[in-house]
């Protein structure tokens, strides 16, 4: 088991390591922007001052009755310098003017003398046009009125179709948002932080932990706490493949036979320093071969597990 829980490990081990070097990349970029760049707040007019309800306004009672949709809520607003009635509905919100009673319109006019209105920069207002959600207005739903501002900054601002503003983007902002879908992982809507990808790089980077302590474990030996000087030693006879005797030599009891050679100044081939996961130190032991191991069988032939091969990692 332990050759494909290495395996695994690594592979694992690549795709949340990559995940975790984007998280902190992106998570030292976000807290690099000055949050008052991504939020816009130097273009940002101060909120206007509450102002008292019109004396002339007409009453409630009669706008309710003319009503084109059941109001299921009704609010008041001032539109710069038109007091209005806002009667939401199930679906709709319809826009009443509160002098004359009628029905009143947010017109791309007054949309751009709104954003105007919210905004200090040194940028003029361009055309205010009605537009569908985009992911700069994600958290809002429907169409939005948008008006760019020709800053530098490539400001933008997008209004309700019942005249609040909603957002101010930036390219600050704009910047702010690819980090943080990188750092939330949420690659189409950027707000669900509960995703799948997330959860599944939690539960890989919790998995990969456990599975590092077992790894970790299984590549000790109990010899290895034991001070070379205070075990006993075991010899080694090294034989060609013709049969021919080659050396003879002794290692410390504990050390891997692939340990034992390398000491001795013979490397075995090996793409894995001896982790038992590469097959490549394959030796074959002449007389009675130990038992196979799981890491011998995963990377060994059985035709080689029979005529005595093994991992000299592993022996
Ligand atoms: S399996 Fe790679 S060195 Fe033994």
């Not at 490990?9 to 807290?31: D, E, F, N, P, T």
């Not at 939020?39 to 002339?56: I, L």
């Not at 036979?257 to 001896?274: I, R």
């Amino acid at each position: 088991m332990t050759p494909w829980m290495r395996k695994i490990h690594k592979w694992i081990g690549l795709a949340v390591g990559l995940q975790l070097v984007l998280w902190m990349c992106s998570g030292v970029v976000m807290s690099l922007l000055d949050v008052k760049a991504v939020k816009g707040v130097e273009y940002k007019a101060p909120a206007p001052s509450k102002r008292p309800w019109p004396a002339d306004a007409i009453p409630l009672s009669p706008v309710l009755a003319a009503a084109q949709v059941p109001a299921q809520n009704v609010s008041t607003a001032w539109l710069l310098d038109q007091p209005v009635y806002r009667l939401r509905g199930e679906k709709a919100t319809q826009l009443v003017n509160a002098r004359t009673g009628q029905p009143f319109d947010l017109d791309a006019g007054l949309a751009r003398k709104l954003a105007s209105a919210s905004y200090r920069g040194p940028g003029v207002a361009g055309k205010a046009e009605l537009v569908e959600p985009s992911l700069e207005t994600r958290a809002h739903e429907g169409k939005v009125w948008r008006v760019p501002f020709s800053d530098g900054e490539d400001t933008t601002i997008y209004l309700s179709l019942q005249g609040d503003v909603l957002e101010h983007r930036n390219n600050t902002w704009r910047l702010f948002d690819v980090f943080w879908m990188l750092h939330i992982m949420d690659y189409t809507g950027r707000q669900d932080f509960n995703n799948a990808l997330v959860v599944s790089a939690a539960v890989g980077g919790f998995w990969l932990a456990l599975s590092g302590v077992w790894l970790l474990f299984t590549s000790f030996s109990l010899a290895e706490f034991i001070p070379k000087r205070w075990r006993g030693t075991r010899s080694l006879l090294v034989h060609a493949p013709d049969g021919s005797r080659l050396r003879s030599l002794r290692g410390h009891a504990g050390d891997s036979v692939f340990v034992a050679l390398a000491q001795q100044g013979l490397q075995l081939p090996s793409n894995c320093g001896g982790g038992q996961s590469c097959g490549l130190c394959e030796v074959r032991v002449r007389g009675g071969a130990p038992a196979a191991t799981s890491a011998d069988r995963a990377l060994l032939s059985p035709s080689r597990i029979e005529a005595g091969c093994r991992l000299a990692c592993n022996l």
